[in-house]
């Protein structure tokens, strides 16, 4: 085989392990995250990246939280909102009041992945999952099929008007979700020139050794950045002033033998943007 046969080949294999990771992605995407008014917002859950992101199939019977957070602190249900599978929305809310609000969301566990071990195996290595896979060295079952149940946790970060017109700190606070990413800055600060330091929480704790990527959605065949958390579960990106972000994190952890599957799994995400021109 020739040098430019093993390089496309190499790609396809990187393509096709991309692919099975970033199918897990799963996002809020309001179609304005940051607006000058309390107009109607419309909402869609995307899920994948570049040629397979799509707007996610998942039935309403699996949501068990849709929520706002308004700027004071405010918790409203916005279950009731919900249209999944409409054309052009899955979901429309409004504004209230002025300021950072955060948008939430938060399915099930009963969704399952059952993989062969070469699949599996990467997709643990791709996502840094070091849960699974020193369970699985330990018990010499690297060569076996590999299973899990998942859930998935999203927060949006809305905006309405001037960052400065209204309160923003509750941006920077964990929400209860078993698995999440919090800025310990908000992103829509511009004093914070490019970087945005945040924590990943999970069961109440930080999660040190977890893989967060950050995607910039409007180009996002591939990260735009990746680091591992510290020992506090802390990591620092360099976000721009302008466009769409996506900052997700998976963690698992292993299940007895007992249960019907191996592993139980979070995928959390945390999306914003930037208006065009600022309100």
């Known amino acids: 085989m020739n040098r430019r046969n093993v390089s496309l080949l190499l790609a396809l294999c990187v393509s096709a392990r991309a ?20 107009a109607p917002n419309f909402m869609t859950l995307q899920v994948g990246h570049g040629p397979a992101r799509q707007r996610s199939p998942i039935p309403a019977r699996r949501i068990r939280h849709f929520a706002l ?26 504004f209230e009041k002025p300021g950072s609000s955060l948008l939430l969301l938060q ?11 070469l699949r599996f195996n990467d997709y643990l290595e791709a996502e840094g999952l070091t849960p699974a896979l020193e369970q699985r ?23 309405i008007g001037p960052f400065e017109a209204g309160p923003h700190s509750n941006v920077s606070k964990p929400v209860g979700f078993p698995l999440e990413i919090v800025p310990e800055v908000n992103p829509y600060d511009v ?32 990260p735009f950045e990746v680091h591992r958390t510290d020992g506090e579960g802390r990591a620092q990106f360099s976000v721009p002033n302008s466009g769409t972000w996506l900052l997700n994190v998976i963690w698992t952890k292993p299940l ?3 249960d019907e599957v191996d592993f139980e799994t979070v995928f959390s995400s945390l999306s914003f943007g930037f208006p065009s021109a600022r309100p």
């Open 107 to 117: 399915t099930d566990d009963r969704a399952q992945t059952h993989l062969p071990a």
């Open 19 to 38: 692919a099975l990771v970033w199918a897990h992605d799963f996002w809020l995407q309001p179609n304005e995250y940051w607006t000058d008014s309390n």
């Open 137 to 159: 060295t330990r018990l010499h079952s690297m060569a076996a099929d590999g299973s899990e149940r998942y859930s998935r946790c999203a927060k949006s970060i809305l905006q």
């Open 191 to 222: 004093s914070r020139s490019t970087s945005l330091p945040i924590r990943v929480i999970y069961f109440g704790r930080p999660l040190a050794g977890a893989l967060v990527k950050l995607t910039n959605l409007q180009q996002d065949a591939a």
């Open 256 to 258: 007895p033998r007992t």
């Open 69 to 94: 957070i308004a700027p004071d602190g405010a918790r409203v249900d916005l279950r009731p909102q919900l249209q999944l599978g409409q054309p052009g929305s899955d979901a429309n809310f409004r």
